[in-house]
């Protein structure tokens, strides 16, 4: 459909048409490709790496990377061009050129931005996209790792498996996230009670400035690097890599994936969990997921799906569960012992048995339109309380609840280590998710609406003054800027960063005074 010429062309007029009001997209288009050729060296050509949409590889390398269909509609406004960068020196090029020429330039790594803001500008606008900088360095004498951004998660845990069964990071559970968004957001996973985020694991990195200077660890200071693990992407410059530190694991840990609706006993589960889940064992993590289901007879009910990771043997498990959790009744045979590497494939819903080079693949099973918002829970909830949430989850019906656990290693790290703030105290983080399959804006707005209303009710469950908000699940309703004052900035960015927000605007009123790194929800300059 989107490969056939006829939709190019169309494409292409209607990108002319939204444009022409504001400027001169073929004279912008010419001086950037321009510049492009003259500040490129000549041994790495960047030639190869410019997708004009007059190419017919143009729409293909544009969609292959959006992973949220909501941000693939004829409507959605298009790249001037793409830029595929093969070299460093290509991000260099790009960001000096798109600075001299005044076009905004929107960052992609994996593409998995919730709301589409690597890829989609209502200015006219360029994609440096990063897909092809994906080298991954694993070295286990020094127990550390060079990621590039454009590298995936799945590329990473593959890597390290490849080289030691005892070593991990603590990232993401999806394995086609990409480093640049994930790492910059402050990307958690199911190691994040025993080890923190991925921001808590890094120990340099590779930035391109608005000056075109590339930049590590050393070079850019210690404010600059505190701001890009956690203060997001898009704000500070491009990160171009990051060295890691790896984590150690077992080489048998044990995993669960079990359900229990409400007419067997889901709500004293829920109750329990929510109890217990932050002070238990930081070697345990289990994921709590709340929805909508069908009981015997066909009529309304919820639904507790429990997701575990313990690092550990299945007899230690059983034991913590029994004492902790009692009301789950988890049977032995519900648990399942393996590789980490292993519970990588069984958290991403691969098939018993697949081979962990599917963790190399791309593609995704299917890439569904998606809203996301977020809470953090730090009071307990009361058994009414939990009633009163499944009643809230069964009447809007299309919306679920992931309950992701703290406490452990996250209640150790001060809540200004990192620009990430919700820390000690956090019981857990709530993600709302709503995936549906049919186009449309009328479906649209009934699942985004259906969100709303659950995150309403959901309201006095959660923390309020900032109701605090987890950056990587990208919620636009939480605040977006259109002029990029404080006023504007503080809106969202006290949701996500609390107090660290002030000393990101400090951080970035040095680095990008221009404000040349931004997009919706981007960090201001004083
Ligand atoms: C299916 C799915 C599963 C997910 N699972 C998890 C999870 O388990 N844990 C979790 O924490 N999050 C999860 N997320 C959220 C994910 O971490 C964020 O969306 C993250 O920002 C994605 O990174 P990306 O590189 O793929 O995205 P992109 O869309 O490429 O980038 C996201 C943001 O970062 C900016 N950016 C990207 N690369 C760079 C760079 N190199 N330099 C500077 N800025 C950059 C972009 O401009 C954009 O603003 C998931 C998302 C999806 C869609
Ligand atoms: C499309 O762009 C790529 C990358 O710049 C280039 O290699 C290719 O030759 C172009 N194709 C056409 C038909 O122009
Ligand atoms: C495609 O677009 C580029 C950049 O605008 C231009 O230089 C080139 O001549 C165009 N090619 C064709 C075949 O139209
Ligand atoms: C996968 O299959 C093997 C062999 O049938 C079985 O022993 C194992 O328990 C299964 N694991 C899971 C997670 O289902
Ligand atoms: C920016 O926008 C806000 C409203 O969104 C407005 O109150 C403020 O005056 C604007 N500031 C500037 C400098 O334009």
Partial sequence: MWSSSSSIILTFFSLTFIFSPLVSSDS????FLQCLTSTSQPQFPISDAIFTPNNSSFLP?????????????????KPLLIVTAKHYSHVQ???VCAKRVGLQIRIRSGGHDFEGLSYVSQQPFIILDLFNLRAINVDIPTQTAWVESGATLGELYYAIAKKSNLHAFPGGVCPTVGAGGHFSGGGYGNLLRKYGLTVDNILDAQIVTADGKILNRQTMGEDLFWAIRGGGGGSFGVILSWKISLVQVPSTVTVFDVDRKIE???TDVVFEWQQVMDKLDENLFIRLMLHSSKGKSGQKTGKATLVSLFLGPVEKLMEIMNQNIP??????????????????LFWANFANGTAPEALLSRKMASTPYLKRK????????????IEGIWKAIMDVEKVGLTWNPYGGRMSEISETATPFPHRAGVKFKIQYSSNWKEAGDEEAEEEIESSRKLYEAMSPYVTNNPREAFLNYRDIDVGSSRNWSLEEGKVYGEKYFKGNFERLVDVKTKVDPQNFFRNEQSIPTR
């Fill in 93 to 95: 090029s790009t960001v």
């Fill in 61 to 77: 390398v544009l969609n292959s990377y959006i992973r949220n269909l909501r941000f693939q509609t004829p409507t959605t406004p």
């Fill in 264 to 266: 067997d006993g889901a």
């Fill in 28 to 31: 912008v288009q010419q001086s």
């Fill in 327 to 344: 009301s789950l009744k988890l049977q032995r045979e519900e648990c399942f012992e393996m590789s980490w590497i292993q519970s990588v």
């Fill in 374 to 385: 977020s809470d953090y829970v730090r009071e307990p909830i009361s058994r009414e309380g």
